[in-house]
């Protein structure tokens, strides 16, 4: 059994760095990098980095206080502040592509889970997956908590995976557009309404 600087039980000590990385996410989203990266993917890699120095421990019951009650709160708060209407009305076409984008994830994820065997608990991993493609990390948390993947090895590892992916993904879009070919064949809108008002 692996130990950590704060053991398990040590609950003040832990919820002081949970709220200690939950306070970095908040003023890292106030930074053009946290901006990209979303406060809930900040906080989660401070205290996935924590957890691999062995500082904070992989399991804790303070975890499932998040898990069970923090997390659910956090989801229709966030969709209180959303105006789902003048989403629905301003989006257009780009909800349409949306919503083709999340029918393409899924469908991947089913091709995915029958092509790469991740044992028993695999299933839960191809949902927690879809979902942090689809929604975000706020999906991820959530699905996590649905499907019964909690705290643990399998949890870090996967966030592991998760953080490892979208950092080459994000890479790989940043790179797009700086690709002379890739501009020839999507020209920018914007561009060529300044060649058309200059002429």
């Not at 708060?77 to 076409?93: H, K, N, P, Y």
């Not at 995915?112 to 942090?132: D, K, M, R, S, V």
């Not at 649905?146 to 940043?174: E, I, K, P, Q, W």
């Amino acid at each position: 059994m692996t130990t950590s600087l704060i053991n398990p039980n040590q609950d003040f000590a832990l919820w002081a760095v949970l709220l200690s990385a939950a306070t970095i996410g908040f003023w890292a989203e106030r930074t053009p990098w946290g901006a990209k990266l979303s406060g809930a993917v900040v906080t989660i890699l401070v205290t996935f980095i924590l957890s691999n120095l062995r500082i904070i421990p992989p399991d804790a019951p303070a975890y499932g206080v998040v898990w069970s009650y923090l997390v659910p709160l956090a989801i229709p708060l966030l969709l209180f502040q959303a105006d789902l209407f003048r989403i629905v009305w301003e989006a257009g076409f780009t909800l349409i592509a949306y919503g083709i984008g999340a029918v393409g994830t899924i469908l991947g994820t089913v091709v995915a889970y029958y092509l790469i065997p991740l044992g028993e608990q695999g299933w839960q991993l191809a949902a927690i997956f879809c979902a942090t493609y689809i929604g975000g990390s706020v999906n991820f948390a959530a699905t996590a908590e649905s499907t019964g993947l909690r705290a643990g090895d399998l949890l870090s590892a996967g966030v592991a995976a998760d953080n490892l992916v979208m950092t080459l993904y994000f890479l790989v879009l940043f790179a797009l557009p700086s690709m002379k070919w890739l501009r020839g064949i999507f020209p920018n809108q914007r561009s060529q309404e300044n060649t058309n008002s200059s002429q």
